[in-house]
């Protein structure tokens, strides 16, 4: 957890991962000026727009925060890169695509990456290639997911065993005990995204915020299966009139019905009609607004508890 920390320059291992379109300054700073990992998320952007979002950010907080970008789906990843180191951003992300190109250019300009991954292959070419941390994403989280449909707590001890560079783990966490869990399975510290929607900072709309607080463990359904391209989002009228229709889809009309449009509609006007929600399956745990700041702090003080209370537990039992 040490070398996390040190790297990323930050007190606490939280990360805020990437949000499409909807990565929001105010989320960002939050969790940075609360001592965890804030990220912007590329998504679609144009250069420009996140150039923005970038100062937006710096107005709010000097502390480290993060850039994503996710390479498939960002036609602008180099130039995002330079923007990067521009704007002398310390970590990027990199995920949605084969990171290894990409590594030493961001390298040698003194960028810390973190190249999120969804397998042991893809983890040990990403350490080949020089990443500096993994994030080991289950399939249980919100958005874009692998198809290879690995969950957390398989894919992270196993990531752990064949690396030697720090993995944080993704996917299904949303409090002290999942950050406890994380951390017994091998990973230095978590990255969230459901967990963080549910914030007084996120400035989702409403309805988004309420159906995570209301949802159950069955609350998201899975798309893109017949396209390559597999996402996790909240049951909803769009979402699931689209799983019905989607095999009948080719791949370029999918990917116009789940585009960075359809999820703005549905995260920012909360229109579940025409939009969709990113959500992970953890959603079902999770049931009140906290602002960032508390959230953090109750997280690290459920997991200092837990962690102590198991270990006394464990050391009682006779051999
Ligand atoms: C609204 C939303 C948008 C997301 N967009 C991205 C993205 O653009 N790039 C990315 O790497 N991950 C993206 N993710 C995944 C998160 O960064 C994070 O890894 C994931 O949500 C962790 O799993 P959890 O939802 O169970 O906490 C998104 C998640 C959410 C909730």
Redo the contacts with the bound molecule.
């Keep these: 957890m040490k070398e996390m920390l040190k790297r990323l320059n930050i007190k606490y291992p939280i990360i ?8 929001a300054p105010s989320l960002v700073a939050s969790v940075s000026e609360a001592g965890g990992l804030g ?1 912007i ?3 679609t952007m144009e250069p420009k727009v996140v150039d923005r979002l970038i100062l937006e950010t710096k107005d709010r907080t000097d502390k480290p925060f993060a850039l ?1 970008i ?1 390479l498939s ?1 960002n036609a602008h990843s180099k130039e995002l890169m330079d923007l990067a180191i521009q704007h002398d951003i310390k970590v990027v ?1 990199l ?2 695509g084969n990171p290894n190109p990409y590594i030493s250019i961001l390298k040698e300009k003194g960028i810390t990456v973190m190249a ?1 991954v969804a397998s042991v292959g893809h983890a040990t070419k990403a350490e080949a290639a020089g990443a500096d941390l993994l ?1 080991a ?2 399939f ?5 997911n692998s198809p290879v449909e690995l969950t ?1 707590f398989t894919l992270v001890p196993q990531i752990c065993k064949h690396v030697s560079i720090p993995v944080v783990a ?5 409090d002290g005990y999942g950050l406890a869990a994380a951390l017994m399975l091998g990973a230095s510290g978590v ?7 549910a914030t007084e900072e996120a400035p ?1 709309h409403a309805l988004y915020k309420e159906k995570v607080l209301q949802a159950t463990e069955l609350s998201t359904i899975v798309l893109g299966r017949p396209h390559g391209q597999v996402r ?1 989002v909240l049951k909803g009228v769009y979402s699931e009139k689209l799983l019905q229709v989607e095999s009948s889809l080719d791949d370029k009309a999918y990917r116009e019905h789940t585009s960075e449009h359809q ?1 703005q509609l549905g ?1 920012v006007k909360g229109d579940d009609t025409n939009g969709f ?7 079902g745990l999770i049931d009140d607004l906290p602002t960032v700041k508390d959230l953090i702090k109750s997280m690290m003080n459920t997991a200092r508890q837990q962690l102590d209370k198991k270990r006394k537990e464990i050391s009682a039992l006779t051999e």
């Design positions: 805020q991962g990437g949000m499409g379109n909807v990565s990220t998320g590329c998504g994503n996710p789906v992300s995920s949605a999120v994030v994403e289950g249980e989280a919100a958005g874009i957390t993704a996917g299904g966490i949303a990255q969230m995204g459901t967990r963080f929607i989702y996790r999820h995260a929600m990113n959500s992970g399956q953890i959603a």
